[in-house]
């Protein structure tokens, strides 16, 4: 546990900031929050500004950031936030144990913020009498997973997670790319470099940097390695408690693009960039702990039985049940852009079919490690995945396979892209628009997250699928321009 537990180089508090500001070592924080997509949105403050008011009264920030879409317009339809309540602003209140440095920029730190909306949003100083509190945002993703962290803390479990983020890296800038139309770009390797060391040489000048700077802003990670496809890299973040690790990678991500850009080079997150590549995944690991004890309640006293079978505790069997059962109504949370889908094919390293198997890498559910270390790899999602909402959905349902004590179906051995399934067997949804039906239609997710984050993350999805749906693409036009 201790590797899960140490606090990593470059964290800070409160108090250390202060100094680092009075001394000049800090002049700018980043005051921000993930929105629905897992961008980091908010300002940059300077560091005297953030010391002398907002590390007390918080900060504003217009509520149409999470009522919006990727181009920032006010989409119609939500509850949370509209024209007709005039797009008020939201209470943005660091929490404190995010407060690290941004290595890769100079002298600035970066916080993440909850937010709260309702009562003062900046009450004058010594002024707190007779008005209300402002109200916790529930459908913040950071505060949709902590909402399932306090559930699982309540049924006596630390919810532990560990990430495996893959990108492109560009031998483009963004803007040669815009030129481009995001058409014929160069990748920065030109064949597939699943773990070769000396491509992953010739990437360091971007790669080593973004691992060295998340290293020196209390985002510890294990190490990098070139992926299945030409250009590709994955960054692997250290395991730790679940909502920290979502935070971490959304820092990671924001990072690998300001480093990439003062690099003169381009990074996507994009699930599936080009249709003749691999697509880029983001395989999230959890395991349960006992708050107590300080054990993997995974684990038994036989990971893996004689004739294959993981025999190990009913807290795992019921996890694993649960969120494989769950996985399809819920995979909207996961997947959650049109383009998410077209990583789902048949021997491409992407799950197809919801089965699981031990340490097999063409399954949805891959099981791996042994004892304390045993886990659970869904390899469902993207690396366009917000991780909020991911984690949020996975613990979500490995929680209700526990309360229900729903079993997993047998494991299973062998290719799983080969074998011949039956016509009800779960499938892992094909199209976004598939996705939202189920979402829609999925009780389990009104109880686990409530009308209101349910209704107001359909809208969000129906509007990815929507504005995909109003465009001609160039596919169309090369196939029926002159022919059609």
Request: net charge negative; glycine share 10%.
């Amino acid at each position: 546990m201790t590797a899960a537990s140490r606090t990593p180089k470059g964290m800070l508090t409160r108090d250390e900031l202060q100094g680092l500001v009075a001394d000049g070592a800090v002049e700018t924080v980043l005051v921000c929050f993930p929105d629905m997509y897992g961008r980091l949105v908010g300002k940059r403050l300077t560091g005297r500004f953030f010391v002398e008011h907002t590390a007390s009264h918080g900060m504003h920030a217009c509520d149409y950031l999470l009522a919006c879409d990727m181009e920032m317009d006010p989409v119609p339809g939500y509850a949370f936030a509209s024209w007709e309540s005039g797009y008020g602003d939201a209470l943005c209140v660091p929490d404190w144990r995010t407060l690290r440095r941004a290595a890769w920029l100079d002298k600035t730190a970066i916080v993440l913020c909850d937010l709260r909306r309702g009562g003062p949003l900046w009450p004058p100083s010594g002024s707190k009498a007779s008005q209300p509190e402002p109200r916790v945002v529930e459908i913040a993703p950071r505060r949709i997973l902590a909402r399932q962290v306090e559930r699982a803390r309540e049924m006596g479990f630390r919810a532990l997670a560990g990430s495996e983020i893959e990108f492109y890296l560009f031998a483009e800038t963004y803007e040669s790319a815009k030129r481009k139309n995001y058409h014929d770009l160069s990748t920065h390797g030109s064949y597939i470099e699943d773990y070769h060391i000396f491509q992953g040489t010739k990437a360091d000048p971007v790669v080593g940097v973004i691992v060295r700077a998340l290293e020196e802003s209390g985002v510890p990670t294990e190490g990098s390695k070139g992926e299945w496809g030409p250009g590709q890299q994955e960054i692997n973040l250290d395991y730790g408690d679940v909502l920290e690790h979502a935070d971490r990678n959304v820092l990671y991500k924001h990072a690998a693009k300001e480093i990439a850009f003062r690099a003169g080079r381009a990074v996507t997150f994009m699930a599936k960039w080009d249709e003749r590549f691999a697509g880029s995944s983001m395989h999230q690991h959890l395991s349960l702990w006992d708050l107590e004890l300080g054990t993997n309640r995974f684990a038994g006293s036989m990971p893996l039985g004689p004739s294959g079978e993981i025999s190990c505790s009913e807290t795992f069997r019921h996890f694993l049940g649960g969120w494989m059962a769950h996985a399809a109504e819920l995979t909207a949370l996961a997947a959650p852009t049109v383009n998410s889908y077209k990583r789902f094919q048949s021997s491409s390293f992407a799950p197809t079919v919801l089965a699981w198997s031990h340490d097999n890498r063409t399954a949805g559910f891959r099981v791996v490690g042994q004892g304390p270390s045993l886990r659970i790899e869904c390899r469902i999602p993207g690396a366009d995945a917000n991780p909020h909402l991911a984690y949020a959905a996975a613990l979500a349902a490995g929680l209700d396979g526990i309360e229900n004590r729903i079993e997993p179906p047998p494991i299973y051995q062998g290719d799983v892209y080969s074998a011949r399934w039956q016509g009800n067997t779960p499938r892992v949804p094909g199209t976004l628009r598939d996705a939202i039906r189920l979402f829609e239609a999925s009780a389990f997710g009104r109880r686990a997250f409530g009308d209101e984050v349910v209704d107001h993350y359909l809208n969000f999805l129906n509007t990815e699928q929507r504005k995909f749906d109003e465009i001609v693409t160039c596919w169309e036009r090369a196939r029926f321009f002159e022919r059609g």
